[in-house]
């Protein structure tokens, strides 16, 4: 017998017996297979969609975060980078104008310097501003704060730049009178960056609190600048001369900018 013809009697005999079956014998079958095969399959295919779907929404929501975040965190170094320049334009400003005030009150010259650097094996030593001889400044020039605060004289000078000598340093001699004129003496730095005033006569009034200024007895000040205040008189009565330890009207990590008092 052909193979088609097997074929064709096989697939008469299946129709005969679907079309008779009374019993239900070949749907209870299909269900049977629908529900062990078919139905797992679909449920899990269904399930695996709904997993794929929320995964893949999470993933574009945290992108979504992420971009959000970069964003804001951009947005915030942006204004933080403004705020500091408004605010080193308002010190600048403010140093302008303290520089106005101070050419009026003695009719000087005044540049006003941004320190660059400090002297590297001792910060209480001697600093380096960007002003030099362009600017018509001078060795021995004074260098204040506003408010006629002493920090130094000019030590060294090139054609933009100049480095400054402290009165914080070892090397620096300043003479000094208290304020009520009744204790002078010379204030002198150290490599700790202290001041220490000496050679106070054992008969002036010296006290904590007094106020010292420049004499202008050496030549190298004018009176009048503030050099510091006196915070501690020595005890040693055996000594012949008098000797406190004095305090600075400035520190070394606030100082940026200094005013070069020009020498006509």
Do not use: C
Request: aromatic share 10%; hydrophobic share 45%; proline share 2%.
């Amino acid at each position: 017998m052909f193979r088609w013809q097997k074929s064709f009697l096989f697939s008469l005999a299946f129709l005969v017996l679907f079309f008779s079956d009374k019993a239900g014998f070949f749907d209870s079958t299909v269900n049977l297979i629908h529900r062990s095969a078919v139905s797992p399959l679909t449920r899990a295919a269904t399930r695996l969609g709904e997993e794929s779907f929320f995964l893949f929404r999470n993933v574009l929501g945290v992108r979504g975060v992420i971009r959000e975040n970069l964003f804001l965190k951009n947005q915030r170094d942006f204004f933080r980078g403004e705020y500091f320049k408004f605010v080193e334009l308002k010190q600048e400003n403010e140093f302008l104008r303290q520089a106005l005030d101070l050419k009026k009150e003695g009719g000087r010259k005044i540049v006003l310097g941004t320190i660059l650097s400090f002297d590297p094996f001792g910060a209480a030593d001697s600093l380096v501003i960007d002003k030099g001889e362009k600017n018509g400044i001078t060795a021995g020039d004074a260098v204040v704060l506003w408010g006629n605060v002493l920090v130094g004289r000019v030590k060294e000078v090139a054609e933009k730049e100049s480095r400054v000598l402290l009165i914080t340093s070892a090397q620096s001699r300043v003479t000094a009178v208290s304020e009520d004129d009744k204790a002078k003496g010379v204030v002198s730095g150290s490599a700790s960056g202290a001041l220490t005033l000496d050679l106070v006569l054992k008969e002036a009034q010296l006290n904590t609190g007094q106020i010292l200024l420049t004499s202008g007895l050496d030549g190298a000040f004018r009176r009048g600048f503030l050099v510091g205040e006196v915070v501690k008189v020595s005890g040693n009565t055996s000594a012949p001369f008098q000797k406190a330890s004095v305090r600075p009207f400035f520190k070394l990590r606030d100082l940026k900018q200094v005013f070069v008092i020009v020498s006509e």
